[in-house]
DNA sequence: AACCTCGACAACCGCTCCCTG
DNA sequence: GCAGGGAGCGGTTGTCGAGGT
C-alpha cells in the first residue's frame, strides 16, 4: 500500500456541497455527462457547474442517475444470484452487482446489509462464510433452510424446503459433514464470472476488471465454501 | 399528538488499485 | 523502479419515513 503524505484532496473542501442532491443538481449533472459522456470526474463538477465532490457525482450518476437503472424490490430470483455470489466472492460488491443488470454496486450492498444478512442469520447460518453456525437448526424443522434451499428461485421463507435434507431423519453432525466435505466451484454452478464491459473504450477499466477476474478464478480454484450446495 | 425505535437507502470517507510520467 | 494522481471499492454514517407505544 502507499500512502502518500500531504496528499491533496480530492475537491476543495470548503467549496463543495454535502448531502442530498437537488433536483437542480442532478440535471445539471444528467445534462453534462449527456453531452459530454462520462470520465475525469475530478474535474466534472466544475465543468458542470456543481459544487460537488469529483466522487460525490461520480457516486450520484452511477447508483442513481444512470439511465439503465432499476429501481424497485429484488426479486426472489436476485436474491438468490446475490447469496450464491456473495458465497463465492465475498464482499466483492461491484463483481456481484456486475452479474445484476441494473443494479448497483451500492444497492447490492445496502441489500445485502439490511435484508440478507439478517435472514441468513435467522436461519442459523453465519453470512459471513456461509457456513452453519454452531448451533445447528434442527434437520426436523428444516424450515428455516427454505430460503436458500429453493433452488427454483423462490426465496420465500414461508414456503417448505424442497430438498436440505431430504431425509429428515439425517442427523445433525451427518449434514454438518455432508456441507463441510463439498468443494463448490464457479464450474459447478455454471457461473460465468465475466463483468459485463461497459461501453466505455477498453483501457483503465478493462485492465482493471481482468485482473479483478484472474484473482477471482485463482480465489476459486482454491474456494471451499459449502453453503453453496444449498443452491443446488 | 408526541415521542421513540427501527429499517431502508443515499451519501460520505478512507483506503486500495493501477496507470502514467 | 518509484512517486503521484485518478478512479473505484467497500465500510460506515446520516437522514428520513413508517410503525409502534
Not at 485482473?211 to 478464478?217: H, I, S
Amino acid at each position: 500500500m502507499r500512502r502518500t503524505a500531504m496528499r491533496k484532496p480530492c475537491c476543495e473542501k470548503q467549496d463543495t456541497n454535502k448531502g442530498a442532491w437537488t433536483k437542480q443538481e442532478d440535471q445539471k449533472l444528467v445534462d453534462y455527462i449527456r453531452t459530454h459522456g462520462e470520465g475525469c470526474w475530478r474535474t466534472l463538477p466544475k465543468a458542470a457547474g456543481l459544487h460537488r465532490c469529483g466522487k460525490s457525482c461520480r457516486l450520484r450518476w452511477i447508483n442513481y442517475l444512470r439511465p439503465d437503472i432499476k429501481r424497485g424490490n429484488f426479486s426472489p430470483d436476485e436474491e438468490d444470484l446475490i447469496i450464491k455470489l456473495h458465497a463465492l466472492l465475498g464482499n466483492r460488491w461491484s463483481l456481484i452487482a456486475g452479474r445484476l443488470p441494473g443494479r448497483t454496486d451500492n444497492e447490492v450492498k445496502n441489500y445485502w446489509n439490511s435484508h440478507v444478512k439478517k435472514k441468513l442469520i435467522r436461519m442459523g447460518i453465519d453470512p459471513n462464510n456461509h457456513r452453519l453456525n454452531q448451533t445447528l437448526p434442527s434437520p426436523r424443522n428444516p424450515c428455516c433452510f427454505s430460503t436458500v434451499i429453493t433452488s427454483s428461485g423462490s426465496s420465500d421463507a414461508s414456503k417448505p424446503p424442497k430438498t436440505l435434507f431430504a431425509d429428515n431423519d439425517r442427523s445433525e453432525s451427518d449434514t454438518a459433514s455432508c456441507l463441510e466435505d463439498k468443494t463448490i466451484g464457479s464450474r459447478e454452478l455454471n457461473l460465468d464470472l465475466t463483468v459485463a464491459v461497459p461501453s466505455l473504450s477498453p483501457s483503465n477499466a478493462d485492465n482493471k476488471r481482468h485482473t479483478t477476474e484472474l484473482k477471482v478464478t485463482e480465489e476459486l480454484e482454491s474456494e471451499r465454501c459449502p453453503t453453496l450446495l444449498l443452491f443446488r
